[in-house]
């Protein structure tokens, strides 16, 4: 059984950062794209940041790009993303997953359509 577990979202100011994990098992991690994602309230869910199956390659949302970081860790079976300068408008509920297809070139906002699993998500809730 495929699982995925989100960790250390929480209150934070703005300015301030996050790093939030996300550990996975049930699959062969090395095979999987995986990526970050959030949905805020009253908000269609949108891609934060995608990294490729073995790291070389990350793709991130404008709105993120120089303040948020992914990556993973093999040995561990995790995926993380270190968050810094957080905006208000970044509350939301993160979500990690998984895509078993290699990742393509330039992720675009369907690429949410060919994730083949989903954690229950974090919130991130930063305060002005």
């Known amino acids: 059984q495929v699982q995925l577990v989100e960790s250390g979202g929480g209150l934070v100011q703005a300015g301030g950062s996050l790093r939030l994990s996300c550990a996975t098992s049930?699959?062969?991690?090395?095979?999987?794209?995986m990526g970050w994602f959030r949905q805020a309230p009253g908000k269609e869910r949108e891609l934060v940041a995608v990294i490729g199956r073995s790291a070389l390659r990350t793709h991130y949302a404008d709105i993120v790009k120089g303040r948020f970081t992914i990556s993973r860790d093999r040995a561990k079976n995790t995926v993380y993303l270190e968050m810094n300068s957080l905006k208000p408008e970044d509350t939301a509920v993160y979500y990690c997953?998984?895509?078993?297809?290699?990742?393509?070139?330039?992720?675009?906002?369907?690429?949410?359509?060919?994730?083949?699993?989903w954690g229950k998500g974090t919130l991130v809730t930063v305060s002005s």
């Open positions: 997953a998984a895509d078993r297809a290699p990742l393509p070139e330039r992720p675009g906002d369907d690429y949410i359509k060919d994730m083949d699993y």
């Open positions: 049930g699959l062969t991690f090395y095979s999987y794209a």
